[in-house]
């Protein structure tokens, strides 16, 4: 059996009720299962077959226990998905203020945020009321790495906020199919877009997030450039 310490408070506190009601109304003992075992079960359903198959019952079959089972430790789905959320965002690290310039401490935190966006489709939209509300150490690092660059006052949060706007709104959007080049009839599309069609060969959703963080940045250090008084001549 997995010792109590091993789970979280609220894991050891269902358990230990419900051994108090097994006692007294004679219903028998719930499953044991940790946090991470159903927190995994979770995960491997949402990077296999998407969010929206995630439910109590899908979760009981992958758990490979009866469909009850799960609610000794997560009261409905929402909860599980905090809880997933809480892993994910736990998994990206911020970097130490003296471990590199800042532009590598905030690109190394969006990648981290964004690989886990890209790996569990559909998750972003828990991540990020989790960010804003209870779990909100990486949107502090974020805001500690702006401030480190330079960054003051209203312009801490026009950063932070157009960071977390690109981050996010990549994944609220629906994804197009690209276009196969070989598979377009140019007749069918405006000469602008036909004479640009071709130029998407070997593009990768990668490279349109590399671009994107790398305009981020360039920005950013443009706006600090800015700040700088001009020296006289």
Request: net charge negative.
């Amino acid at each position: 059996m997995t010792g109590a310490r091993e789970r979280s408070p609220q894991i050891a506190a269902k358990q230990a009720a419900a051994d108090t009601t097994s006692r007294t109304a004679k219903r028998g003992k719930p499953p044991t299962l940790t946090e991470e075992q159903i927190v995994d079960a979770a995960l491997d359903i949402i990077r296999a077959e998407g969010l929206d198959a995630l439910s109590m019952r899908r979760l009981s079959r992958e758990l490979g226990r009866s469909a009850m089972a799960p609610y000794w430790y997560v009261s409905d789905k929402r909860e599980l998905l905090d809880l997933v959320a809480r892993k994910l965002l736990s998994e990206v690290a911020v970097p130490e203020p003296d471990s590199g310039p800042w532009e590598e401490r905030l690109r190394s935190v969006v990648t981290g945020i964004d690989a886990r966006l890209h790996d569990h489709p559909g998750i972003a939209i828990v991540m990020l009321e989790r960010m804003r509300s209870t779990d909100q150490r990486l949107m502090n690092g974020i805001l500690e790495i702006l401030l480190s660059a330079g960054f003051e006052g209203p312009q801490v949060f026009l950063s932070y906020a157009m960071i977390h706007t690109y981050l996010f709104g990549r994944y609220q959007v629906v994804e197009l199919d690209t276009p196969d080049p070989d598979d377009v009839d140019p007749g069918d599309l405006d000469d602008t877009l036909a004479r640009l069609v071709p130029h998407l060969t070997g593009l990768r959703g990668r490279d349109f997030f590399t671009y994107g963080v790398d305009t981020i940045i360039e920005g950013l250090k443009a706006q600090l450039a800015a700040k700088k008084p001009k020296k006289s001549r």
